[in-house]
T-cell receptor
Framework: DQQVKQNSPSLSVQEGRISILNCDYT??????FLWYKKYPAEGPTFLIS?????DKNEDGRFTVFLNKSAKHLSLHIVPSQPGDSAVYFC?????????????FGKGTLLTVNP | GAGVSQSPSNKVTEKGKDVELRCDPI?????LYWYRQSLGQGLEFLIY????????KSGLPSDRFSAERTGGSVSTLTIQRTQQEDSAVYLC???????????FGNGTRLTVT
């Protein structure tokens, strides 16, 4: 039973355009969400996070939006650059004693074409 | 400073053999995690260490898997009597404390033939 779902295995966009990566979750106890970026043969690197008390968090070209009622979050990258080409993982954790345990989606491969 | 270091980066082993994977976390990070990524899958939680507390082993898939963390620093993940389904990338991560963003190593790619 997948609690964090990234339904698009891949996404291709033109350089300079907006990239939108989507993520859905089923566990209503999740209250902290993160995006990680992974290049081949490297470990994932933390990109941006959002707490459930917010609906938007912005960091430079990266913005994460959270829609709690729809149990949906998205990562917007604008403008997209070729160096953004990587696999993006959505992750979530819950409140309480096991808030350290991240549940990851399967990832979306983003390709930004020059 | 150095990031999370994992060794070996690649390991090929025969079915039935034991393997040991090593993780050196970022200095000062009290929390250490092991995850694995099988082909086409997301990252799967295996085990979590926090300071001197008892580890959360709830993600270990079978009793062939064990992990320890000595002196609150280096950790080893041991897989006994490896099976082909154990083939995956094993990722170690550390964080300042539980719930903080994770810093991952580059992983160990394990192939069981």
């Amino acid at each position: 039973d997948q609690q964090v779902k990234q339904n698009s295995p891949s996404l291709s966009v033109q350089e300079g355009r907006i990239s939108i990566l989507n993520c859905d979750y089923t566990n209503s106890m999740f209250d902290y969400f993160l995006w990680y970026k992974k290049y081949p043969a490297e470990g994932p690197t933390f990109l941006i996070s959002i707490s459930s008390i917010k609906d938007k968090n912005e960091d430079g070209r990266f913005t994460v939006f959270l829609n709690k009622s729809a149990k949906h979050l998205s990562l917007h990258i604008v403008p997209s650059q070729p160096g953004d080409s990587a696999v993006y993982f959505c992750a979530a954790s819950g409140s309480g004693g096991s808030n350290y345990k991240l549940t990851f989606g399967k990832g979306t491969l983003l390709t930004v074409n020059p | 400073g150095a990031g999370v270091s994992q060794s070996p980066s690649n390991k090929v082993t025969e079915k039935g053999k034991d393997v040991e994977l090593r993780c050196d976390p970022i200095s000062g990070h009290t929390a250490l995690y092991w995850y694995r990524q099988s082909l086409g899958q997301g990252l799967e939680f295996l085990i979590y260490f926090q300071g001197n507390s008892a580890p959360d082993k709830s993600g270990l898939p079978s009793d062939r898997f064990s992990a320890e963390r000595t002196g609150g620093s280096v950790s080893t993940l041991t897989i006994q009597r490896t099976q082909q389904e154990d083939s995956a990338v094993y990722l170690c991560a550390s964080s300042l404390k539980g719930g903080s963003p994770l810093h991952f190593g580059n992983g160990t790619r394990l192939t069981v033939t």
